[in-house]
């Protein structure tokens, strides 16, 4: 049995690696250039809904930028929490309701007054896209990771991983540097938060696939550590990294850009 894991770890390590060299050597040259590609898999990428730093352009909308900065704190945050899976207390639960509604209505808000040109609620602006994205990113990673915990963990605490208003002020105060980021003028923050939030979009997608592959192979409830789990974690990352390079093709066979500008 333990020769199996080896093999199957030694396995999924290889095409994991075979997967990510392809991607990095198929993919455009530079480094940032590389983030931005990624983005593409996800993000519009519009210029006037973007953040720009001395000339360069964020790899992200304001709104994936929010969304995935917050993600990438939420998770390191709920990491430390340990393997809790229990579903938020109803009044935590509503909170984080309004912070999915938020987001989704400013979109919406958003569509309607660039594209259809009417006015719903108010004027868009991308302040308002990043706060929404900032609000839906705490959400999104709430999810995955209570799912996450549900699947994989063999013992598994009854305990939400926001348990009561103590956690969920915790969490915004881990999340509250993110407020500045709009006001950054230091090109090394604004490279670096490139790097964190493209890569909290592989991880994301990375997770969803994980949790699926568990299921498929009616594993769940089947390991103890990461390390245990890196099978899983591994086909997670390579179908996640082989999804992004097909979704970056197809959009660039497709259009360049979209016309929805949300």
């Known amino acids: 049995m333990q020769l199996n894991r080896k093999i199957g770890l030694i396995v999924t390590g290889c095409v994991f690696t075979a997967v990510l060299v392809s991607a990095w050597l198929l993919s455009p040259d530079g480094f940032n250039t590389k983030l931005w590609w990624v983005g593409s898999a996800v993000c519009h990428q519009l210029p006037d809904h973007s953040f720009h730093l001395n000339g360069q352009q964020f790899p992200l909308c304001a709104r994936c930028t929010g969304t995935y900065l917050s993600a990438f704190i939420a998770l390191l945050y709920f990491m430390t929490r340990g ?9 935590l639960l509503v909170v984080f309701i309004l912070f999915s509604l938020f987001w989704v209505i400013d979109g919406i808000n958003s569509f ?46 009854a ?13 915004l105060v881990v999340e509250s540097p993110l407020l500045f980021f709009p006001l950054n003028k230091i090109t090394f923050i604004f490279n670096l938060a490139g790097l964190f939030s493209t890569l909290t979009v592989l991880t994301l997608i990375a997770l969803l696939y994980a949790i699926l592959i568990v299921i498929i192979a009616h ?5 103890a550590s990461l390390l245990d789990a890196s099978v899983p974690l591994l086909l997670g990352f390579s179908a996640a990294i082989a999804q992004i390079f097909l979704l970056v093709h197809l959009r660039s066979a497709i259009s360049p850009s979209t016309i929805f500008h949300l």
């Open 83 to 91: 393997k809790r899976a229990a579903i938020p207390r109803k009044d």
């Open 112 to 157: 309607s007054f660039e594209v259809l040109h009417q006015q719903w609620f108010y004027a868009p602006s991308n302040l308002l896209r990043f706060l929404s994205g900032i609000t839906m990113g705490m959400t999104f990673a709430l999810t995955i990771m209570t799912i996450f915990n549900m699947v994989f963990w063999k013992n598994t605490q």
């Open 159 to 171: 305990i939400s991983l926001v348990k009561d208003q103590r956690e969920f002020a915790a969490l």
């Open 219 to 223: 594993k769940e409830g089947s390991y």
